[in-house]
């Protein structure tokens, strides 16, 4: 039994968004890397913290002293090892992204695991340090892992019952 054009179009232009959310943090990913690469230059670190100290947000003060408190404690050094961890995730839904705008079997199950793999740790900040943006991502990928799965069985099936046919 072979897919009906509908549901293999269905089915494609869901993949397409994901390969597109995909492709989105991996921008993002690669520009956090940036970012850090150039933080850790210790004149370049100062600036930042010199220029965070004195910028005057009256809505956010604590969120920039935080912020200002966590940069200091951490020093320049840290960045190279937060630019290397972003750019291995940008690398990671790189692949994720382009397999899945390719429709290749393959990248549903890759996405499948890497995606579901982080849920649980996603669950945990979303519930230790709530914020809506968490629970937004939390609740994306749990949507998107179960798409995938299913679309990822019944592509299997399908492949199957193609393959019977033609024996």
Same mark, same amino acid.
């Given at each position: 039994?072979?897919? +009906?054009?509908? &549901?293999? !179009?269905?089915?494609?232009?869901g993949l397409?968004? @994901? ?10 990913? @690669?520009l956090? $890397? +940036?970012a850090?690469?150039?933080?850790d ?18 809505d ?8 200002i ?7 320049? !050094?840290?960045? %190279?090892?937060? #630019?290397? %961890?972003?750019? =291995?995730?940008? $690398?990671?839904? =790189?692949?994720?992204?382009? #397999?899945?705008?390719? &429709? ?6 890759? +996405?499948?695991? =890497?995606?579901? !793999? ?18 937004v ?12 799965v &299913? @679309?990822?069985?019944? !592509?299997?099936?399908? &492949? =199957? ?7």
């Open positions: 039994m072979t897919p +009906t054009p509908k &549901r293999a !179009s269905r089915h494609s232009v397409r968004v @994901i390969a597109i959310y995909k492709a989105v943090k991996t921008v993002g990913l @690669i956090v $890397a +940036t850090a690469f150039h933080l230059r210790t004149q370049n670190f100062e600036r930042l913290v010199h220029w965070l100290e004195h910028l005057s947000l009256t956010s003060n604590s969120l920039r002293w935080r912020l408190n966590l940069l200091t404690s951490m020093g320049p !050094s840290k960045f %190279v090892a937060i #630019g290397i %961890v972003a750019l =291995a995730y940008a $690398a990671i839904f =790189a692949t994720e992204g382009i #397999g899945l705008w390719m &429709r290749k079997y393959w990248a549903e199950w890759f +996405t499948v695991i =890497a995606t579901g !793999s982080l849920v649980p740790l996603e669950l945990y900040e979303t519930v230790h340090h709530f914020t809506w943006i968490k629970l991502v939390l609740l994306g990928n749990i949507v998107i892992v179960g798409y995938l &299913r @679309i990822a069985l019944q !592509s299997r099936a399908e &492949r =199957a019952n193609e393959k019977a046919e033609r024996t």
